[in-house]
Structure formats: structure tokens, C-alpha cells
């Protein structure tokens, strides 16, 4: 049975839609998985999560920024940014349903060998270490606690990783690297200002791919987050993020070659 990772979702279910019709249209038993950022910025951000949802074991989800600020936001935890189209969400009659399982769904996971997570991972973490640092905020995320952690989640410190970090501190830095990560140090130092291509680093800065001697070099990762960073398939990494809330494409790849399947999407959102 063939595996499909699907880029950026963000609240585009029409063409969600019409990229699995695609890739069924060749490979009828297609399961599939989703980088993350699920909703927001899309016009269909109830919709997308009712169909994703509603696939069961067809889909498996990772969490992306996007998702966890929903939750977030729907718990009077964050305000609504005004590029945020979520208020369908927040008002539909199965809304605590599909926050719930939302909130449990992981932020990284292995399929077919490939370590699929939203953003990024520090270089410093070897593959099992990732899937368990991960296992540590979904414990919590599900747990009874989980809007006393959405309460600490947001903020920017600590930057670097440290084994020996506990608390709020160590959960904050593992979500920032799942699902905020674009650039860093060569020590793991992370940078979330910046959103610019890969060949426009902050100085003392690189894709957190590039940093020598990163511990999952040898694990094939997919991730999405980075749409001016586009499409990038390499043995080793699958870039998915081709910014089809901006006018981009979706694209899908799949997990067996990495052969790769898109759609043309239009413009929802312009950037700015």
C-alpha cells in the first residue's frame, strides 16, 4: 500500500480534495500523511479538519504551528490574529470533537522509515531521541494539564537545547524546534525571525538541515513550514511546504520513491 506526505494544508480543503482524488487516480489504496498546519489562512479551515479527520486510519497527522495556536485560541489562551480564519471552527456545533482529537494527535512520527515532523529537528537529537522528545509534549498535550501547558507553551527562550532542561522550559523548546524551526546556529541555536529561502540565513545562521554533523543525517525527514523554501526532495529530505495558501501548489510525495504529485492552488492570502 502506497504512503503519501502532504504539504501545508492551511485550511484549503478543495484542493486537499482534488490532490488525494489525483493520487488515487493512479495508487487507489493511497494512505496518507500530513505535515501539519492543518488550518488557518484558508477559506476552508472547518472543512479541512472535518475531511482529514473523517479519513481515520487512511491519514495519520503530525502538529504544526498553526494547529497548536488554534488550540490555543480556542481556550482564550490567544488572540485572533487578523490573518487567522478559524472563526468557523471556533463556532461549529462539533468543535470540542475535533479539538479533542486534534490535541492528540502527535508532532512526529516514523513512516516507512521516513521521521515526518511540521518544522524541523536540532541537530543535536538523534532519531529516537526526536520521536521521544516529541512523545513527551503529546503525553502532556493529552493529558489533564494540557491548558496549563498551552499556557506556557508560547515564548522564544530557551533558544539552544540542554538534556538537562525541565519543566515548561524543556516542552517550549521542543515545540519551537517541531514547529517553528527554519534556521540555526551550528550549535542548535534557534532563529524564528526569520522566513526568507534558504540561500537568505541570517548571518551566523543555516537551514537547520545544512548544520554539519546533525545526529539525523542518515534518517530520511519530511517536513513542511518553510513555502518560500518550496519544494526539496533529497534522499535524505523532503521538503514539502509549496505555499498553496499563497497562490503555490500542494504537493504530495510519496513515502515509497518520492515521486512527486502537485495540483495548482490560487491564491488565498496574499504575503505581507
Not at 527562550?157 to 514547529?179: E, F, M
Not at 529561502?197 to 545562521?205: I, K, L, M, R, S
Not at 537547520?208 to 533529497?234: M, N, Y
Request: proline letters at 5%; a neutral charge; one cysteine or more.
Amino acid at each position: 500500500m502506497s504512503i503519501f506526505a502532504i504539504g501545508d494544508a492551511q485550511g484549503c480543503c478543495q484542493q486537499v480534495l482534488t490532490l488525494i482524488q489525483k493520487v488515487r487516480a493512479a495508487s487507489p489504496k493511497a494512505t496518507f500523511v500530513f505535515v501539519g498546519d492543518l488550518v488557518n489562512r484558508g477559506p476552508q479551515s472547518l472543512e479541512t479538519l472535518r475531511f482529514i479527520r473523517g479519513l481515520g486510519q487512511q491519514a495519520k497527522v503530525v502538529l504544526g504551528n498553526h494547529d497548536l495556536h488554534l488550540l490555543a485560541l480556542a481556550h482564550g489562551i490567544r488572540k485572533l490574529h487578523k490573518s487567522d480564519t478559524l472563526n468557523e471552527i471556533l463556532a461549529a456545533p462539533d468543535r470540542e470533537q475535533l479539538l479533542d482529537w486534534l490535541r492528540r494527535q502527535p508532532l512526529a512520527l516514523m513512516e516507512r522509515g521516513h521521521l515526518v515532523v511540521h518544522a524541523g529537528v536540532l541537530p543535536q537529537w538523534s532519531t529516537q531521541q526526536t520521536l521521544d522528545l516529541a512523545q513527551e509534549v503529546s503525553d502532556v498535550l493529552s493529558g489533564p494539564n494540557w491548558l496549563d501547558f498551552l499556557r506556557q507553551m508560547y515564548g522564544n527562550k530557551p533558544d539552544c537545547w540542554d538534556d538537562a532542561l525541565q519543566g515548561a522550559d524543556r516542552l517550549r523548546c521542543i515545540v519551537n524546534a517541531l514547529t517553528r524551526l527554519r534556521f540555526c546556529r551550528a550549535d542548535g541555536t534557534m532563529e524564528f525571525t526569520s522566513t526568507e529561502g534558504a540561500a537568505d540565513a541570517p548571518t551566523g545562521y543555516m537551514p537547520w538541515f545544512d548544520v554539519p554533523q546533525r545526529q539525523t543525517a542518515a534518517t530520511p525527514i519530511v517536513f513542511g513550514h518553510w513555502s518560500t523554501l518550496g519544494l526539496t526532495v533529497r534522499d535524505n529530505l523532503v521538503g514539502l511546504d509549496t505555499g498553496c495558501v499563497w497562490g503555490g501548489k500542494l504537493t504530495a510525495v510519496s513515502l515509497d520513491d518520492h515521486a512527486v504529485v502537485q495540483i495548482d492552488c490560487p491564491q488565498q492570502r496574499k504575503p505581507g
